[in-house]
């Protein structure tokens, strides 16, 4: 069971003979796992430059003597691996380099704002459907079959002309349908593991519904949560980026790697640095997630062991 | 046995169904409310004249009557008529989805054509260097967003390509304005997003028939195979293949969806002419009675899709019982 290994009992004689393992905790485990995974390493690294980067955003503006609105019309379209603009300049004459930098606070923003809202309310009613059964189950499964049937991206779409978001307001878009994958991921578990002793002991010295669900459940459902989250941000990172693109997502002037993107649609033919980089940001950024998250599904998944 | 299954499952599909059209219908009320395009704009009409068009089109009577309004026609296969030029919704889509399904389904086809034999390589040598750079390949599909790597492959073949005069691809459109419709000319158009989307799916399936591969060949049957002498072809593409393919049955069921929402960026991107590009075009137009028709005509396919592979996947694996 997660978090502890059993003890084994030591047979009268063998006493003080170091042939058994010291218990370590689930978590020591995993962790170790992770740490062995050099991959997972190097990709954890990138995401926390990256994390860095968006949040020191203002400070890099300093060195650089640019603001990520700044425009330059006599010097727009400038070439790219130059000083002063190592990353050329766009049609206003901004500066690529610093609006890639402040596009990071906005894609991983996004990304793990997203993430934590979908995996909190999702958890919230898995735990409850798979808890309580019965009717409350019915219902809440039957809502969340609603939202796993609509093709994304026309919900997306409604909701993004709806609001028209800016950072919070575009993650709870996107989290609108995330939590009912989630969702139906905590209720399968939490459906087999109400049925273990454990909960049946616990419950007949008297704990209530909702301390049995908070201290007892969600424990022990918290392993696939975190699988589930760190697989999530990348693929958040891209819908984020495409609905920017589409011109449905965070607006103009705010830099975001997607606007960036449909913004040099109209001028690649001659400017093509303005397509490859916040392309390769959003490329970068999503692979690093994404092998970090498959590390940490290695290393923690508990159906892996 | 299985009739009774089906009728099950297509009960149950019932009350999602109703779900997502009242979400689609909610969600768009919401959006729009009783905005009609082009309305407001127009200085010739009067107040009364404006109360009189949303008379005309019921939009002064309580939400429910609208939604009921609404569901019934859908149920009758009418999707109503869209707000900026009159046509007929269920037309529209119907319209376009022969250009959607030439696209998605080309994908979905190559998708798989390429995904099987990759994973099954994959699975037969794991671990090898092969193995290995084809983890790599599908890693960097699951990362590359689509309507970059769109851009990226109009940038090399339509544009550089025309720039060194060698024989380029056109970058927009299901078929040229002139002299075109052709065979040779829509197949020329379908190359580069059609390489994007199958890109996609290749990343993806090719993981998921390796992994379902190596469960098979790990028991004992195969085993058993082996030990009777059969050639390793024999076992893998006769025996482990049949079944790990069983799972993909399911997996491209469940793409159905994707038939119709999956290309929506990359038929923006390429300008591609189907339901996608449709629904984006009449969002931005606030168009909701086209967002609302292709939404729930999307919401459609998926619970069908669901639905048949269910049972697709009943009807080929003996060990699932109908419960």
């Not at chain 1, 400038?78 to 603009?85: D, E, I, R």
């Not at chain 1, 980089?277 to 599904?297: D, E, K, S, Y």
Request: no cysteine; proline share 5%.
């Amino acid at each position: 069971m997660i978090g502890s290994s059993p003890e084994i009992e030591l047979e009268e004689g063998l006493e003080g003979r170091e042939f058994v393992r010291p218990p370590e905790s689930y978590w020591r485990q995993s962790w170790v796992r992770l740490r062995e995974n050099r991959l997972a390493l190097a990709a954890g690294g990138v995401v926390l430059f990256l994390a860095v980067v968006a949040i020191a955003a203002p400070l890099i503006q300093i060195p650089i003597h640019y603001g990520p609105l700044q425009q330059d019309l006599t010097d727009n379209f400038a070439p790219p691996f130059k000083a002063p603009h190592w990353l050329g300049t766009d049609e206003l004459g901004r500066d690529v380099l610093i609006r890639l930098v402040f596009g990071a606070r906005v894609s991983l923003g996004i990304g793990f704002l997203t993430v934590l809202i979908a995996t909190t309310v999702g958890t919230a009613v898995g735990l409850a459907a798979g808890y309580y059964g019965r009717w409350t189950d019915e219902v809440l499964m039957r809502i969340v079959d609603v939202f796993l049937a609509f093709p994304a991206i026309f919900l997306f779409i409604g909701m993004s002309i709806l609001f028209r978001p800016g950072t919070l307001t575009l993650s709870l878009i996107i989290a609108s349908v995330g939590w009912a994958g989630v969702a139906r991921l905590v209720r399968s578990e939490t459906l087999t593991l109400k049925t273990r002793d454990y909960m049946l002991a616990t419950r007949s010295l008297g704990a209530r519904d909702l301390r049995l669900m908070v201290r007892h459940l969600l424990p022990n459902v918290l392993p696939i949560l975190i699988v589930s989250a760190s697989l999530g941000v990348g693929q958040i990172i891209l819908i984020a980026a495409a609905l920017d693109f589409l011109g449905l997502g965070i607006q103009p002037p705010t830099p975001s790697w997607g606007s960036m993107l449909s913004n040099a649609q109209t001028y690649f033919y001659h400017s093509p640095w303005l397509v490859i980089f916040p392309g390769l940001m959003i490329f970068i950024t999503v692979l690093a997630t994404t092998l970090f998250g498959n590390a940490v599904r290695d290393a923690f998944d508990p159906r892996l062991r | 046995m299985l009739g009774r299954y089906v009728a099950r499952r297509v009960l149950a599909a019932i009350p999602v169904f109703l779900g997502v059209t009242i979400v689609t219908f909610l969600l768009m009320h919401l959006t729009a409310g009783n905005y009609v395009p082009g309305l407001a704009l127009n200085p010739d009409l009067t107040a009364k004249d404006i109360a009189r068009i949303r008379a005309n089109l019921g939009l002064d009577r309580p939400l429910y009557v609208q939604y009921l309004t609404w569901l019934g026609g859908i149920l009758h296969g009418d999707f109503g008529t869209s707000l900026i030029d009159g046509t007929s919704v269920l037309g529209d889509i119907l319209g376009r989805l022969p250009n959607t399904l030439e696209l998605t389904g080309t994908a979905i086809f190559m998708g798989a054509l390429v995904a099987i034999p990759l994973g099954v390589v994959s699975a037969r040598r794991r671990g090898g260097a092969l193995d290995n750079f084809l983890t790599l390949v599908s890693t960097v599909g699951f990362a590359v967003p689509q309507f970059w790597l769109g851009l990226l492959l109009i940038l090399i073949f339509s544009v550089q390509f025309e720039a060194w005069h060698l024989p380029w691809l056109p970058s927009s459109g299901a078929y040229s304005a002139f002299n075109g419709g052709g065979p040779l000319d829509r197949l020329q158009h379908l190359i580069l997003p059609g390489a994007v989307l199958s890109f996609f799916y290749i990343s993806q399936w090719s993981r998921f028939v390796r992994s379902s591969m190596v469960e098979v060949l790990s028991q004992d049957y195969i085993r058993t195979a082996w030990a009777k002498g059969m050639s390793e072809r024999r076992v893998t593409y006769l025996h482990a293949l049949r079944n790990s393919i069983l799972s993909l049955v399911t997996l491209v069921g469940l793409e159905i969806p994707g038939l119709i929402g999956g290309g929506l960026v990359v038929e923006v991107v390429f300008g591609w002419p189907g339901i996608g590009l449709l629904a984006y075009q009449r969002a931005l137009q606030y168009d909701y009675t086209v967002v609302m028709g292709t939404t729930t005509f999307a919401a459609l396919l998926v619970i069908v899709g669901n639905l048949l592979a269910d049972v697709l996947y009943a009807w080929l694996d003996p060990r699932i019982r109908y419960r």
